[in-house]
């Protein structure tokens, strides 16, 4: 299955895709850091830091009310 596939068979309020190659749960995100100057860093509950990618910010930008 592609990722756009999974990413339309997955609900929308509890997964969002990142990046070209990550889709987050949400209920899983222990935090976000928007120190870094146009990228934000997901941090997750079982210790995994990732960042979001440029092409995808405006949309969890919007998606946390910010």
Do not use: H, P
Not at 1 to 14: D, G, I, P, T, V
Request: net charge positive; proline share 0%.
């Amino acid at each position: 299955m592609r990722l756009y596939e999974a990413e339309q068979r997955l609900a929308k309020c509890s997964f969002v895709r990142i990046s070209n190659g990550e889709i987050v749960n949400l209920k899983k995100v222990k935090g976000f850091d928007l120190n870094f100057v146009g990228t934000i860093c997901v941090s997750l509950s079982n210790g995994t830091v990732t960042y979001v990618s440029r092409r995808y910010v405006a949309k969890i930008k919007q998606l946390l009310g910010l």
